[in-house]
T-cell receptor
Framework: DVKVTQSSRYLVKRTGEKVFLECVQDMDHENMFWYRQDPGLGLRLIYFSYDVKMKEKGDIPEGYSVSREKKERFSLILESASTNQTSMYLC????????????FGPGTRLLVL | RKEVEQDPGPFNVPEGATVAFNCTYSNSASQSFFWYRQDCRKEPKLLMSVYSSGNEDGRFTAQLNRASQYISLLIRDSKLSDSATYLCVVNDAGNMLTFGGGTRLMVKP
């Protein structure tokens, strides 16, 4: 079974703090993704990576950055957290070849006060 | 980005009922299609892929209509455990997925 893990299930941070969310997958997937999910807005893609050290902006990259130093690990960074970044953050991974579905981690519920 | 639209519901149905969800997508070049299921406060999980010829998995049937650009999911003999949000997902290019907002199903005893 594919396993995607995220560093925290719940996180509370203060406005202006730097926040690191980590995601690890154990299936040697090339592609990794970060989404946020908000009521009424569905899942929105923040960033994705198709290889180590490679990254591409998704639909809503503002206020976020990412890091992929190893194939199995993809980090999302909030440089200066703001209250509008309170959300559920979901990491996903997939193989690069063919038309492939994505496997999700359990999510991190982030509250920015 | 192109869009995927779903009726958010909720669909409230009794156990044993048949329920159907539709989803429309705007990008005619979309290549593959999926239904995901998401339980409350959990991550989305793949329910089934949707093939051009239609496909069935137990009580679940998925259909694709490329001409009208919609996808459907039919659930027969609904169970309490089917209560969840069902996400319509479209692959536009490579491994980029576009998610619908989800349709919430509540199956009541």
């Amino acid at each position: 079974d594919v396993k995607v893990t995220q560093s925290s299930r719940y996180l509370v941070k203060r406005t202006g703090e730097k926040v690191f969310l980590e995601c690890v997958q154990d299936m040697d997937h090339e592609n990794m993704f970060w989404y946020r999910q908000d009521p009424g807005l569905g899942l929105r893609l923040i960033y994705f990576s198709y290889d180590v050290k490679m990254k591409e902006k998704g639909d809503i990259p503002e206020g976020y950055s990412v890091s992929r130093e190893k194939k199995e690990r993809f980090s999302l960074i909030l440089e200066s957290a703001s209250t509008n970044q309170t959300s559920m953050y979901l990491c996903a991974s997939s193989f690069v070849a063919g038309i492939e579905t994505q496997y999700f981690g359990p999510g991190t519920r982030l509250l920015v006060l | 980005r192109k869009e995927v639209e779903q009726d958010p519901g909720p669909f409230n149905v009794p156990e044993g009922a048949t329920v159907a969800f539709n989803c429309t997508y705007s990008n005619s070049a979309s290549q593959s299609f999926f239904w995901y299921r998401q339980d409350c406060r959990k991550e989305p999980k793949l329910l089934m892929s949707v093939y051009s010829s239609g496909n069935e998995d137990g009580r679940f049937t998925a259909q694709l209509n490329r001409a009208s650009q919609y996808i459907s999911l039919l659930i027969r003999d609904s169970k309490l455990s089917d209560s969840a949000t069902y996400l319509c997902v479209v692959n536009d290019a490579g491994n980029m997925l576009t998610f619908g907002g989800g349709t919430r199903l509540m199956v009541k005893p």
